[in-house]
């Protein structure tokens, strides 16, 4: 799998499927990122939008930097969601911009958890249920 791009098939754009996201995804978070994660059946593969808040980042310029240092980091992480089926949202909750090691290290941290959490609910075979893990 090349793991080089950010492909269409990456882009969570369809309503019903961010709506089902918050509804009944799990929570994650790590600073500054709010992580919404739902997993999928196999096959269908990873996909994900980010959001960055008007309300916080008045400029447009400064929301697509966190925008594109986010989709860098979910792009050079890609290999710890290998095998992985899930959609998530990112929700960037920091007050300012993030220097690029540290919005890469919370990725590389909620990736690495969330596989964790999917895999601890697939064991015990409960359905993924709006929770908050810290």
Do not use: W
């Not at 089926?85 to 007050?95: E, H, P, R, T």
Request: glycine share 6%.
């Amino acid at each position: 799998m090349n793991f080089s791009g950010y492909p269409k098939k990456m882009r969570l754009s369809s309503k019903k499927d961010i709506g089902q996201l918050l509804e009944h995804g799990t929570v994650l978070f790590r600073y500054p990122f709010k992580l919404h994660l739902y997993p999928l059946a196999a096959g269908e593969g990873v996909s994900f939008v980010i959001s960055v808040p008007k309300k916080s980042f008045k400029k447009a310029v400064d929301r697509n930097k966190i925008k594109r240092l986010t989709r860098e980091a979910v792009r050079l992480n890609q290999s710890i969601l290998s095998n992985f089926n899930a959609n998530f949202l990112f929700v960037y909750i920091g007050k300012g911009i993030e220097s690029f090691e540290n919005v890469n290290k919370s990725i590389q941290e909620l990736f690495s958890e969330s596989v964790c959490v999917v895999e601890k609910t697939s064991e015990t075979g409960n359905s993924m249920a709006v929770s908050d893990v810290d």
